[in-house]
């Protein structure tokens, strides 16, 4: 089940980063790097 969930955990990740890496205007990047933070911390079982 813990491999499901980090599974799900990553592809949003991935999805982010993409978003990130494509998007021009600063705030946006921004607000996507603020999303990251949870989900890395997700990513290495820290809540």
Known sequence: ?????????????????LNLLEEKEFFSQ??????LIPLILRLFMIK
């Open 1 to 17: 089940m813990t491999y499901i969930y980090l599974g799900i955990t990553l592809y949003i990740f991935v999805l982010v980063i």
């Open 30 to 35: 921004l607000n996507a790097a603020l999303v």
